[in-house]
């Protein structure tokens, strides 16, 4: 018996937060961070001094990370892998991070 697109998507839709519902607070953090990369965005990332960009690296997928505080907050620098230079790390104080949107 076949089931009819609208159901089995709603019932796809009741098991996948069933088991969700059973995960722990750090297992729904690692789906989630799989879903970034997944559905991540070009972005641009700026250092910048006295008011001038001194330099500019591409990220594609938007994968940055950075240290944390006891209350969530980033700090210190931001971590990512650029398509120019590879490996890069940034104190956050001075960086920009903007999200390059496609042309049409």
Known sequence: MLISGKLSNGFILIIALALLGGCTEEARNKISRTTD???????????????????????????????????????????????????????????VIEEIKPSR
């Open 37 to 95: 990369n997944f559905l991540g965005e070009d972005l641009r990332v700026s250092y910048i001094d006295n008011g001038q960009v001194v330099k500019s690296w591409t990220v594609k997928d938007g994968k940055i990370t950075s240290g944390k505080d006891d209350s969530g907050n980033a700090t210190g620098y931001y971590f990512f892998w650029s398509v120019e230079t590879g490996y890069v790390q940034v104190p956050i104080e001075r960086t």
